[in-house]
């Protein structure tokens, strides 16, 4: 089955900089990768989603990587913010949306980020 | 709210005792899953539904767990004989697959039901 690892586990910044957390997986037929934000005590909540048909993706100050050939898959933040705090989780799946056909999603183990003022 | 809905939000049992956990996902969604997620680690994947049918069970969903999801609408997860390495965070999770084109992958968890078996 599908084995995704996230890299770092802990990240902390100044409010400004840039944040980049990084994930793997082991799959080939994956082809969805969502990052999901969770707070603290709250529900992970979808921030943003990759295809493989694509290598990037942006919305706002939120951009996804992706790079089929080496499985690996980044979520960068830039001018980060106090908000932007909390555990992000990777993870994969294969979805086949002309089809229909979606295998579970798998998470990575979670970043927690920390912004700093 | 008409987000995904769970109870008990938390649950404190002896081990040994049975304990069932309800999840009432957004109504138009047909694919309900539960994830279980412990501290400092990612959902791991439990079961999902597709209506009322068991589409797949994770080899970590021993035979002391069982999902139903009878009339394709609510679902309850319940677990047997309690044990120490039970406690966790049960998250519930729905998704709509309106048609195959239209399957976005999005899950939307609810808060989760927070087991502590003593």
């Known amino acids: ?20 957390i ?7 037929a994956s082809n969805y990768f969502p990052w ?6 709250k529900r992970p909540q979808l921030i943003i989603d990759i295809r493989s048909n694509v290598g990037e993706k942006k919305d706002q100050r939120i951009a996804v990587t992706l790079n ?13 913010q106090p908000e932007d705090s909390a555990v992000y989780f990777c993870a994969a799946s294969m979805n086949l949306m002309g089809t229909g ?9 979670g970043t927690r980020l920390q912004v700093t003022l | ?42 959902p791991e994947f439990l079961t999902y539904f597709q209506n009322e049918a068991q589409l797949e069970k994770s080899r970590l969903l ?25 406690s966790a965070m049960y998250l519930c999770a729905s998704s709509l697959r309106k048609h195959p084109g239209e399957d976005t992958g999005e899950l ?5 039901s927070r087991l502590t078996v003593l």
């Not at chain 1, 990084?22 to 080939?28: G, I, Q, R, V």
């Not at chain 2, 021993?62 to 039970?86: C, N, V, Y």
């Not at chain 2, 939307?108 to 989760?112: A, H, K, V």
């Open chain 1, 36 to 41: 999901y934000k969770q707070e603290l005590g």
């Open chain 1, 68 to 80: 089929k050939t080496a499985k690996h898959f980044s979520l960068h933040i830039t001018e980060t």
């Open chain 2, 108 to 112: 939307f968890f609810g808060e989760g």
């Open chain 1, 1 to 20: 089955g599908e084995n995704v690892e996230q890299h770092p586990s802990t990240l902390s910044v100044q409010e400004g900089d840039s944040a980049v």
């Open chain 1, 101 to 109: 056909t979606a295998s579970k999603l798998t998470f990575g183990t």
């Open chain 2, 62 to 86: 021993s035979d002391r767990f069982s999902a139903e999801r009878p009339k394709g609408s609510f679902s309850t997860l319940e677990i047997q004989r309690t044990e120490q390495g039970d």
């Open chain 1, 22 to 28: 990084k994930c793997t997986y082991s799959d080939s």
């Open chain 2, 1 to 42: 709210d008409t987000g995904v809905s769970q109870d008990p939000r938390h649950k404190i049992t002896k081990r040994g005792q049975n304990v069932t956990f309800r999840c009432d996902p957004i109504s138009e969604h047909n694919r309900l899953y539960w994830y279980r997620q412990t501290l400092g680690q990612g």
